[in-house]
Nanobody, 124 residues
Framework: QVQLVESGGGLVQAGGSLRLSCAAS????????VGWFRQAQGKEREFVAS????????YYANSVKGRFTISRDNANNTVYLQMNSLKSEDTAVYYC?????????????????WGQGTQVTVSS
């Protein structure tokens, strides 16, 4: 059973940076893709970024393209989300999730295991 634990959230000023981590356990990490999603208060969960199981392919939402970078370290079972030039509209709970088909996609339905989330708050 895959378990995912997010960390690295916090309070940051607009224009600042944060790096989120998603630590995985329970199954061979390099066998599945990982995505980051976020949910702002009162809004639906939305796709942020995803990375294939090898790390060769990445995919970003238009709203974060050029500001966020997803990467993975298969030796340490961790996926990262580097977030730069943060805006107030990036404020949300950020979740990582596992897609056992292995490809980097945006559809929430493709992700079968989810972490508990980490809060990111960007002050303007």
């Amino acid at each position: 059973q895959v378990q995912l634990v997010e960390s690295g959230g916090g309070l940051v000023q607009a224009g600042g940076s944060l790096r989120l981590s998603c630590a995985a356990s329970g199954r061979t990490f390099s066998n599945y893709a990982v995505g980051w999603f976020r949910q702002a208060q009162g809004k639906e969960r939305e796709f942020v970024a995803s990375i294939s199981r090898s790390g060769d392919n990445t995919y970003y939402a238009n709203s974060v393209k050029g500001r966020f970078t997803i990467s993975r370290d298969n030796a340490n079972n961790t996926v990262y989300l580097q977030m730069n030039s943060l805006k107030s509209e990036d404020t949300a709970v950020y979740y990582c999730a596992a897609n056992f088909l292995g490809n980097a996609v945006a559809s929430t339905a493709a992700y079968k295991r989810w972490g508990q989330g980490t809060q990111v708050t960007v002050s303007s």
